[in-house]
């Protein structure tokens, strides 16, 4: 049986880079287009190590249109994971109109693509950032959408309201995958996250803080309505995340779907605040992490995390990999690390 082509943009990033490895792993043919804006070639050879399959690689900015018509005129792709993507909150409120091209004009140009050579299905990289301060936890589906804090979570909320848009008129099944906090590395070490610069993320501070890189780790706040003080997030291991990308689209291929647009959280249903992630990584690294508490971070929210009910449920899937787990291997992929 001819094995499914899939395209994987943003391939050699995070979370596409593990999504990647569980394709392979299943059997799947890949082809990742990436542009190297935020990770390293090198991520190539760390997946050919997990896997023993070196996957074919196109380096490709999917800004450019003419590039993206000539991709799919010369490749027969069965369906697309969609990662590729700018994802810093920050940078987007200082350059919305970088984060507005980056995110949406490349949607708009791939779902062209992908309508005209008849490819009928799409998983895209969604964001809990979509709920906002939900009114109520843990967060479900059926939570409203509220109105963006960041360029960048716009772009989540545009994104998804563009696919929808084309699945009603067009031969498109598409899966929204929301994501809660994607943390930890492949237990082989071979990937995990490449954060460049100063990391804004929790995890990537803290095991730099943990290597003598960073002095210190601020607490962005204590007086949270929580139970410590801190904010509360749904931190998921980065490979059990992937393993979702999979089955959402074996869903797809199978047509199993109940709508062309679906929408699934994914979390492991359990809160976490800052000071439990530290005390996790303290327990499951046998050190000290040096931190002080400063004031909340602008844009922050309370808590979130994801009612995992309906990922559950229809598709078979749920996080097997837990806090400690993770952040063991955030810690041996921070020692690999020059
Ligand atoms: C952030 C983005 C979110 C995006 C996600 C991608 C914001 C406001 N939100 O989520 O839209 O989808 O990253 O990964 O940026 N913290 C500290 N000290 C630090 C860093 C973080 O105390 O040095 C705290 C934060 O205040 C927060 C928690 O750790 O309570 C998690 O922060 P982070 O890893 O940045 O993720 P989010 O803010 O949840």
Same mark, same amino acid.
């Given at each position: 049986?001819?094995?499914?082509?899939?395209?994987?943009?943003?391939?050699?990033?995070?979370?596409?880079?593990?999504?990647?490895?569980?394709?392979?792993?299943?059997?799947?043919?890949? +082809?990742? %287009? #990436? &542009?190297?804006?935020?990770?390293?070639?090198?991520?190539?050879?760390?997946?050919?190590? %997990?896997?023993?399959?070196?996957?074919?690689?196109?380096?490709? &900015?999917?800004?450019?249109?003419? &590039?993206?018509?000539?991709?799919?005129?010369?490749?027969?792709?069965?369906?697309?994971?969609?990662?590729?993507?700018?994802?810093?909150?920050?940078? =987007?409120?200082?350059?919305?109109?970088?984060?507005? $091209?980056?995110?949406?004009?490349?949607?708009?140009?791939?779902?062209?693509?992908?309508?005209?050579?008849?490819?009928?299905?799409?998983?895209?990289?969604?964001?809990?950032?979509?709920?906002?301060?939900?009114? $109520?936890?843990?967060?479900?589906?059926?939570?409203? +959408?509220?109105?963006?804090?960041?360029?960048?979570?716009?772009?989540?909320?545009?994104? $998804?309201?563009?696919?929808?848009?084309?699945?009603? +008129? $067009?031969? *498109?099944?598409?899966?929204?995958?929301?994501?809660?906090?994607?943390?930890?590395?492949? #237990?082989? +070490?071979?990937?995990?996250? *490449?954060?460049?610069?100063?990391?804004?993320?929790?995890?990537?501070?803290?095991?730099?803080?943990?290597?003598?890189?960073?002095?210190?780790?601020?607490?962005?706040?204590?007086?949270?309505?929580?139970? #410590?003080?801190?904010?509360?997030?749904?931190?998921?291991?980065?490979?059990?995340?992937?393993?979702?990308?999979?089955?959402?689209?074996?869903?797809?291929?199978? /047509?199993?779907?109940?709508?062309?647009?679906?929408?699934?959280?994914?979390?492991?249903?359990?809160?976490? =605040?800052?000071? &439990?992630?530290?005390?996790?990584?303290?327990?499951?690294?046998?050190?000290?992490?040096?931190?002080?508490?400063?004031?909340?971070?602008?844009?922050?929210?309370?808590?979130?995390?994801?009612?995992?009910?309906?990922?559950?449920?229809?598709?078979?899937?749920?996080? #097997?990999? /837990? *806090?400690?787990?993770?952040?063991?291997?955030?810690?041996?992929?921070?020692?690999?690390?020059?």
């Amino acid at each position: 049986m001819k094995k499914n082509k899939i395209l994987v943009t943003g391939g050699l990033g995070f979370i596409g880079s593990h999504t990647v490895v569980e394709l392979q792993n299943k059997g799947f043919d890949v +082809v990742i %287009i #990436d &542009d190297l804006s935020n990770t390293k070639i090198e991520v190539l050879d760390g997946i050919t190590a %997990i896997t023993n399959i070196r996957p074919e690689f196109v380096q490709m &900015d999917l800004k450019k249109k003419e &590039d993206v018509v000539s991709f799919f005129k010369h490749h027969d792709i069965d369906g697309v994971i969609h990662f590729a993507a700018s994802k810093a909150v920050g940078e =987007s409120v200082e350059q919305p109109l970088k984060y507005y $091209e980056n995110n949406i004009s490349t949607l708009v140009y791939l779902l062209q693509s992908m309508t005209e050579n008849k490819v009928p299905h799409l998983i895209f990289s969604s964001s809990c950032t979509v709920y906002g301060q939900a009114d $109520e936890l843990p967060i479900t589906e059926n939570a409203p +959408v509220k109105k963006a804090e960041s360029p960048y979570g716009n772009t989540k909320q545009i994104g $998804e309201e563009i696919i929808q848009d084309v699945t009603k +008129v $067009e031969n *498109l099944n598409a899966i929204a995958l929301r994501y809660f906090n994607p943390i930890g590395a492949h #237990d082989s +070490v071979h990937i995990g996250e *490449l954060p460049l610069g100063v990391p804004q993320n929790l995890i990537p501070f803290v095991t730099q803080t943990a290597a003598g890189i960073r002095e210190e780790l601020s607490v962005f706040g204590d007086d949270y309505p929580t139970p #410590d003080g801190t904010a509360v997030r749904d931190y998921i291991h980065v490979v059990d995340l992937a393993k979702a990308h999979i089955v959402a689209l074996q869903r797809l291929l199978q /047509g199993k779907n109940k709508s062309k647009m679906e929408y699934f959280n994914l979390g492991t249903g359990t809160g976490s =605040s800052v000071l &439990d992630v530290i005390h996790a990584f303290e327990k499951a690294n046998q050190m000290d992490v040096n931190y002080k508490i400063v004031a909340r971070r602008e844009g922050d929210i309370t808590a979130a995390y994801a009612n995992t009910t309906l990922a559950n449920e229809e598709l078979g899937w749920k996080a #097997d990999l /837990g *806090l400690e787990e993770a952040l063991y291997s955030a810690w041996q992929w921070q020692l690999k690390q020059k």
